[in-house]
């Protein structure tokens, strides 16, 4: 095979991951069941190429679980498969959401609008519009104008904005940790240790893009929390409500996920032992990978 077919492939991998998801769903497999490739290529009318890629694919998004000389083997229930995202969102309330937050950031959608220009512009009903925007004005990425307009709140627009706010984040959120006043809140950390644990085990791929968000901030946000310091809290809450639609737009890839959930629980893992000056380093390593692979840009050292 040609290498242009290759990255072809692995370009498609994601689309026919989702095919082979709406497979499993049809034919009710239960947890466990073998995942045959050739059973998917005959199926999905394609050779077993591209099969064998998405379902490597869906192994580290822990979907599928690859066995030695036997194959792949579902994680999950079919039901348990109803809400499966790979790309976009099919809620019209939720791509209408998505689409506003894409053209503002591009320029297409900015200054004053009306409940009513949302409904015309993105083909919503009034109530459903209304919905989109109270959304957005709770995760203060609008506001309310005097009379029935509306505005956009400050976000991160530009690349060099978003490299910005990882550096004051990879300032502020190590230093948190060597707080004197840290402690380990038991209970935070196990229930935050089970999201990250459930992000390997496929809901990296099974939660919606606003979801993943929520859960990957507020990971950050608890561990801060955690030096008793309500300055550095307020700080790291506020950089994560003016990057949110930014974020979003990098919320597709979920093989990413995957490792940050690992590096999640590596980090409460150390801070655990008590060795904060060890997970202090790791978190601004973390931060500083993750600012590099968003942003494009190369760190202060490059």
Not at 71 to 80: D, I, S, T, V
Not at 116 to 136: F, P, Q
């Amino acid at each position: 095979m040609a290498h242009g077919d290759e990255r072809d492939e692995e370009t498609m991998a994601p689309t026919i991951a989702m095919q082979v998801i709406d497979l499993i769903r049809r034919s009710g497999l239960d947890r466990g069941a073998h995942v045959r490739e050739q059973w998917v290529a005959d199926s999905l009318e394609i050779s077993r190429s591209p099969v064998r890629k998405a379902l490597a694919y869906l192994a580290e998004l822990g979907l599928v679980t690859r066995e030695p000389n036997r194959g792949y083997f579902l994680n999950r229930a079919a039901a348990e498969l109803a809400h499966v995202d790979l790309a976009a969102e099919v809620d019209a309330e939720e791509a209408a959401y998505f689409r506003i937050g894409d053209d503002h950031l591009t320029g297409r959608f900015g200054g004053e609008f009306t409940t009513a220009e949302v409904s015309r512009r993105y083909g919503l009903t009034t109530r459903e519009a209304e919905r989109v925007l109270g959304r957005m004005e709770r995760e203060d990425l609008v506001r309310r104008r005097p009379g029935r307009g509306w505005a956009f709140q400050h976000a991160l627009a530009t690349p060099a904005a978003h490299d910005q706010s990882y550096r004051f984040r990879m300032i502020v959120e190590p230093a948190a940790l060597l707080e004197p006043d840290f402690r380990v809140d038991a209970e935070k950390f196990a229930l935050h240790r089970g999201q990250q644990e459930a992000l390997l085990r496929g809901d990296a791929l099974l939660l919606p893009r606003g979801e993943l968000f929520r859960i990957n901030a507020e990971f950050h946000e608890m561990v801060v929390g955690c030096a008793g310091n309500a300055y550095l809290l307020e700080s790291v809450c506020r950089v994560n409500r003016v990057r949110r639609l930014i974020e979003y737009r990098h919320q597709t890839d979920r093989q990413r996920l995957v490792r940050q959930a690992e590096e999640h629980l590596a980090l409460l893992d150390l801070l655990e032992r008590g060795d904060r000056e060890a997970a202090a380093r790791f978190l601004h390593g973390h931060l500083d990978e993750v600012r590099a692979r968003k942003t494009g840009l190369p760190g202060a050292d490059s």
